[in-house]
């Protein structure tokens, strides 16, 4: 049985009154580690800790509730102090640490970062502190300017330590820590346990406990791995509006390996209509701030960034993160999809790789633990189809105010009156598509064909070769069947293999030329299954009715 927070009896009724309303009942597993270890030793027993758990577990509040109810009130001086590495995140854990202590109102949380005025800050810092979350660029100005004393810190977090080592901060860091004095309890927070860690352990810390949830370095289990392949660069950007389009609905973080790609990225996708905006390190405050607004109310719907811009960042309801590469290393792979799945949702995680790649990926599934399953990059027909449906779902689905449109309605019928429905559907799916459409009218496949890998779908229910004939194929081998389902059935070719799948466990067959119509849809088999096909797919039930399928040639 899980244990609620009240239950565990950790916190003080202003904290357990501030969880409750934020919607915190129980402690995930690092914080049921983490926080009795924090509270209940007593002083002198303050043991240095090193907590590794995935993105997303909740490590912010695992630190940040036992450190707000251990603040002597009385103390004028900062007794707390987190570092971490970008404004956006430093940002993050202070609005993380006043949920929290919403109803403690004596408690002093103040976080210096740079790109704003510091004259404020320095206020601030005028005044009673007890907790400071800081960036070690301003903090190292604050501490020159002798505005910032940190003599009594009992306290020192290190949140997404590695990264800032990884950011080139060691030199910052050890001026900063040498401020500290040595009696004080240090904690390190990483979702990865890199050779940087083990820097900072040895440097900073003192005979640490090392706490880990979960397995090491491993992406978070609701996330699902899919990648798509190119056989060249130049193929990339298509790919990835493809992959976007084919995704209606998406919400997503696409993550470019530097600065100049995710402002080219960025300024493409705008360009050609999507909504999109980058986030990287040389914006200006107020530009990052506003572009990550944007993107937590879901104003914008994607946001390219680079990885350290990205970093420790929490959205919710990210439904994709797409690699526009394949970072260097493993871990990165981790914390970028560690954006998506988090608190118990589900998430994708894309990764748009080329042919030469493809040999860094089975290291990565190893690493991780998970594979990665291919899935071919949609033809621009599946596109219009796909969000064809969407808008036709969304139709269905959509509540209107009679009370707002009742008023304007008259006035449409009127101007409407002549057309019929079937002109009106026609109509208004056309201005919804004619982008789409457009755009997409003669597209080609851009799949990469000559590699045994690429031919074939590595998911299980995908162990078909389809789409282009393989070329050692004669066309007379091939048979063509008639299926009485089509794209108003919500059919599509992936839809179509995994019935022939269905019916049919024989990974031998291949499969030809697919054509989608609105009520039915052709396609080759090879000659010798074909009955085979044809008697196992007459058996299946799709969508309640029975199939009907013929063999033409
Ligand atoms: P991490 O630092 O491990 O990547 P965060 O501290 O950013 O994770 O937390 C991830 C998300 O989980 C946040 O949205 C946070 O509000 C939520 N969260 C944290 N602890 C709990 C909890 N005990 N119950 C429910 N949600 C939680
Ligand atoms: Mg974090």
Partial sequence: ?????????????????????????????????????????????????????????????????????????????????????????????????????????SIKIISLYGGVNIDSQIKLLKNKTHII?????????????????????KYLILDEADEMLNMGFKEELDYIIKMLPKKRQSLLFSATM?????????????????????????????????YYMVNHISKKYLALKRIVDINPGIYGIIFCSTKKETKEIAEYLI?????????????????????????????LQ????????????????????????????????????????RAGKSGISISIIQTKESKNLKEFERKIGKNFDRIMVPSGKEICEKQLFYFIEKVKKVVVDEKLINNFLPGIQKNLEFF??????????????NRFINYYKNSKDINPIHNNRNNNFRNNNFRKKILSRSKKFKK??????????????????????????????????????IEILSNSSLFEVEKRFRKKILIGMSRINHLGRPINIEIKN
């Avoid at 979350?133 to 810190?153: F, N, Q, S």
């Avoid at 940087?196 to 992406?219: Q, R, S």
């Avoid at 680079?306 to 981790?334: C, F, Q, W």
């Fill in 1 to 105: 049985m899980k244990k609620t927070f009240k239950e565990y009896n950790f916190f003080n009724s202003s904290i357990l009154k501030a969880l409750e309303k934020i919607g915190f009942q129980y402690p995930t597993p690092i914080q049921e580690k983490i926080i009795p270890l924090l509270l209940s030793l007593g002083e002198e027993e303050e043991r240095d800790v090193i907590a590794l758990s995935q993105t997303g577990t909740g490590k912010t509040a695992a630190f940040g509730l036992p450190i707000i109810q251990k603040i002597d009130y009385n103390i004028t001086n900062p007794q707390a102090f987190v570092l971490c590495p970008t404004r956006e995140l430093c940002i993050q854990i202070t609005r993380d640490l006043c949920r929290f202590s919403k109803f403690l109102s």
């Fill in 133 to 153: 979350i800081g960036t070690p660029g301003r903090v190292i100005d604050l501490i020159k300017r002798k505005e910032l004393h940190l003599a009594k810190i």
């Fill in 420 to 433: 019929d429905k079937e002109e009106l559907i026609k109509r208004f799916s056309w201005i919804e598509f």
């Fill in 271 to 299: 360009k050609d209509g999507y909504n999109a905006d980058a986030l990287y390190g040389d914006l200006s405050q107020t530009q990052r701030e506003l572009v990550m607004n944007k993107f937590r109310n879901k104003n």
């Fill in 302 to 341: 994607f946001l390219v960034a680079t990885d350290v811009a990205a970093r420790g960042i929490d959205i919710h309801n990210i439904t994709h993160v797409i690699n526009y590469n394949l970072p260097k290393e493993s871990d990165i792979y981790v914390h970028r999809s560690g954006r998506t799945g």
């Fill in 476 to 513: 007379e081998s091939f048979s063509k069947l008639f299926l009485n389902r089509g794209f108003k059935d919500n059919l599509t070719k992936m839809g179509l293999i995994n019935l022939i799948n269905q019916a049919v466990n024989d990974s031998r067959i291949h499969i030809g030329h």
């Fill in 194 to 226: 890199s050779k940087y860690m083990n820097v900072i352990a040895h440097t900073y810390l003192t005979d640490p406990l090392e706490i880990i949830t979960g397995k090491k370095n491993i992406g978070a289990d609701d996330v699902k791995h899919i």
